[in-house]
Nanobody, 122 residues
Framework: QVQLVESGGGLVQAGGSLRLSCAAS????????MGWFRQAPGKEREFVAA????????LYEDSVKGRFTISRDNAKNTVNLQMNSLKPEDTAVYYC???????????????WGQGTQVTVSS
């Protein structure tokens, strides 16, 4: 079992930055693909970014390309999401997930954190 805990969310003005972290425990995540997803009120959960086990392959949702950067530190069992140039439409609960493959789809991810709120004011 892998337990995931997100942190780093908060309230920021448009154009600002936040750095989300996902700390894993229970077992090493070094063999897992890791993903970040988000869910805004009244909307379905959507893909944001993903990274393969080594960090050599990353995927981004189109609206965050060039603004968000996903990274991982397998030695520390953590995954991060650096979010720059934030927009009000980035407001959502952000979730960290672990799974066997680097994908934009929700279903393949086996483990999920409880989420951290990100609110971007205009």
């Amino acid at each position: 079992q892998v337990q995931l805990v997100e942190s780093g969310g908060g309230l920021v003005q448009a154009g600002g930055s936040l750095r989300l972290s996902c700390a894993a425990s229970g077992r090493s995540i070094s063999s897992y693909a890791m993903g970040w997803f988000r869910q805004a009120p009244g909307k379905e959960r959507e893909f944001v970014a993903a990274i393969n086990w080594s960090g050599g392959r990353v995927l981004y949702e189109d609206s965050v390309k060039g603004r968000f950067t996903i990274s991982r530190d397998n030695a520390k069992n953590t995954v991060n999401l650096q979010m720059n140039s934030l927009k009000p439409e980035d407001t959502a609960v952000y979730y960290c997930a672990a799974g066997p493959s680097t994908t934009t789809k929700i279903a393949p991810y086996d483990y999920w954190g409880q989420g951290t709120q990100v609110t971007v004011s205009s």
